[in-house]
């Protein structure tokens, strides 16, 4: 991909602006709509990269829009939003957002989390994932080796990792890691989920407690980065 | 308004008691009744109506004004044992009696009204102080990083060819500063108005506690910068559920706090344990530690300590104690007695120590 066209939903011009100059200078190709019903037009007719949604837009909600564009959008859409409830966080997730942005946010972490979710754009049909930071999953063998030597993992142990490998740079939240991993009984089961998260922090994380791989996302879930994107 | 202890009883009690307290008090004339003469009696009733008007609402009270006055015509006055009054100055006094212990009765209510009048006006006047404190506090804190933004953006804009670059970079370091702070401002209120509102109603998930403490650290780590900081969680501590977010607003509050205002070299120090049944998590500094006299007041909202510099709304550690009691936690703070601060947080919870294997 040459210079990814991002597009960016929001009606607040001055918000409009700011990431106009963030992503050409960092070499994106931005287009902008400023409502609801604009932003699907445009969606439809430059078939964008990537998409920045707000939520707050006049003529329309944009959970609402978020649904409608993923009847059919399947690239990324992270959404950049002033409501900072879990609630709105996790239904905008469960509605197929990769990712979650509160206003205001630090320009830095924006590209970053947009490279990571243009990243996980490309093919990727090889049977074997090389993390920039000496960490490998080889899934014919189901083996990992971090640094060049193996470690043992358990059967959840790997099949929560190779979830998250999958989804590198979208935030999981706690319900879908658990109806994932466990089954749909266990989704309020989160005791699980911590108590495998810390235990695979122990084995593939240099410092588990600053966590390279698997970030904390803050009341609603986990994400998997690779190292460079930070 | 505390003088009038017996209020708070029912209706029906307050009708009893003031009966029973007009009866005693006849008891006691009847059996003095050969030394003192069936007048002073009623004087004495008189008085005994005053002080049920004292302290219960307006019907007892009048009916305590009749009781009094159907027990002193029928006991006291000659004839006694009957209700009919033989002499014409005897007829009078009895209305009289009846009148006064009426006007008594209304007059005391009248002024427990104006008395409740009062009070009313004062707990307005303090809720507009307290309006005005915020105001006050609000319009400095917000305006003094907005007028760093403006001020400086107008320099860039106006005089970007005079400026050197070193000038450049230091006026745009100093609107990061001031968005920031306004950032944490805004966050503050807009918590401290979740709190007023009494809309916080925790949402309990499971959590490692060890987690979110590097969550949080992970969050302020500019704030932080290189301030050591030490966390130490007891091994074998169990998972606990509460609300995950409430906690990390509480331990961001605390941490940033220290960091703002313990010198570089102080260590910040976080532990957490499992006490009964209880979550507990210390968070210490080797700082200067809280003016002992304004210990008490450091929670109160908009208290600010009195040598306090800039930046802060005082909301921060009301937040954090309107917080930890939304989940029913108590917080405490310390000073250790080589300097430094200590806060003791103790929440109660439901706990698991889930065991690794049970579902592989």
């Given at each position: 991909m040459s210079q990814p066209l991002i597009l960016v939903i929001d009606d607040e011009a001055q918000i409009r602006k700011l990431l106009e100059i963030t992503l050409h200078t960092s070499d994106?190709?931005?287009?902008?709509?400023?409502?609801?019903?604009?932003?699907l037009a445009l969606a439809k007719n430059s078939n964008p990269d990537l998409i920045l949604l707000d939520l707050g837009l006049p003529d329309e909600s944009g959970h609402l829009v978020l649904t409608k564009l993923?009847?059919?959008?399947?690239?990324?859409?992270?959404?950049?939003?002033?409501?900072?409830?879990?609630?709105?966080?996790?239904?905008?997730?469960?509605?197929?957002?990769?990712?979650?942005?509160?206003?205001?946010?630090r320009t830095g972490e924006l590209l970053a989390r947009i490279r990571s979710s243009i990243r996980s754009l490309l093919p990727n049909n090889s049977t074997k994932l090389n993390f920039t930071n000496g960490l490998e999953i080889d899934y014919s063998n189901r083996e990992v080796k971090k640094n060049n030597e193996v470690i043992k993992l358990t059967a959840t142990e790997y099949d929560l990792l190779t979830l998250f490998a999958k989804n590198e740079g979208r935030v999981l939240t706690h319900q879908y890691l658990l109806r994932e991993i466990w089954g749909p009984?266990?989704?309020?089961?989160?005791?699980?989920?911590?108590?495998?998260?810390?235990q695979l922090r122990k084995k593939i994380e240099t410092d588990p407690n600053k966590p390279e791989y698997i970030m904390t996302e803050s009341r609603v879930g986990y994400r998997f980065i690779a190292k460079d994107n930070l | 308004m505390e003088n009038f202890p017996f209020q708070k009883y029912s209706l029906p009690k307050q009708y009893l008691l003031s009966t029973v307290f007009i009866l005693v008090i006849s008891t006691a004339c009847y059996l003095f009744s050969d030394f003192i003469g069936y007048k002073v009696v009623a004087l004495i009733l008189l008085v005994a109506v005053s002080l049920t008007a004292m302290f219960f609402d307006i019907k007892p009270v009048l009916l305590s004004a009749i009781v009094s006055a159907l027990v002193w015509d029928f006991f006291f006055i000659p004839q006694k044992f009957t209700f009919s009054i033989s002499s014409a100055e005897d007829i009078l006094m009895f209305l009289m009696y009846f009148v006064v212990a009426l006007v008594n009765a209304a007059l005391m209510t009248k002024i427990r009204q104006i008395e409740k009048k009062a009070k009313e006006k004062e707990e307005k006047e303090n809720t507009l102080k307290l309006y005005n404190t915020l105001l006050n506090s609000l319009s400095h804190e917000l305006r003094t990083p907005i007028s760093t933004i403006i001020g400086a953006t107008d320099n860039l804009?106006?005089?970007?060819?005079?400026?050197s670059e070193l000038n450049k970079h230091e006026l745009v370091t100093q609107i990061s500063k001031a968005s920031?702070?306004?950032?944490?401002?805004v966050g503050n209120l807009l918590n401290m108005s979740r709190l007023e509102s009494g809309y916080i109603q925790p949402k309990k998930d499971w959590f490692d506690i060890n987690e979110?403490?590097?969550?949080?650290?992970?969050?302020?780590?500019?704030?932080?910068?290189?301030?050591p900081v030490h966390v130490a969680v007891k091994d074998n501590t169990p998972l606990f559920k509460l609300d995950y977010g409430l906690i990390v607003q509480v331990l961001h509050n605390l941490i940033h706090n220290a960091a703002e205002n313990i010198p570089k070299y102080a260590v910040i120090t976080i532990r957490a344990n499992c006490?009964?049944?209880?979550?507990?998590?210390?968070?210490?500094?080797?700082?200067?530690?809280?003016?002992?006299?304004?210990?008490e007041r450091v929670f109160e909202k908009f208290y600010r300590l009195k040598n306090s510099k800039t930046g802060g709304t005082g909301l921060g550690l009301s937040i954090v104690k309107g917080f930890i009691e939304a989940m029913n936690g108590t917080v405490a703070l310390e000073n250790m007695q080589d300097g430094g601060a200590v806060f003791t947080i103790e929440i109660p919870s439901e706990i698991s120590y889930i065991n690794l294997n049970v579902k592989e």
């Open positions: 994106f190709k931005v287009k902008e709509a400023a409502s609801a019903k604009e932003g993923r009847e059919w959008f399947t690239k990324p859409i992270i959404i950049l939003s002033v409501q900072s409830s879990e609630e709105n966080i996790i239904r905008a997730l469960d509605n197929g957002a990769n990712d979650y942005l509160v206003k205001p946010f009984g266990y989704i309020n089961q989160s005791q699980y989920l911590r108590v495998f998260i810390a | 804009q106006s005089m970007a060819d005079k400026l920031l702070q306004l950032d944490r401002q979110l403490i590097y969550d949080v650290l992970n969050q302020l780590k500019d704030e932080l910068g290189n301030h006490k009964q049944d209880k979550l507990v998590i210390v968070v210490e500094d080797t700082g200067y530690g809280f003016p002992e006299d304004e210990i």
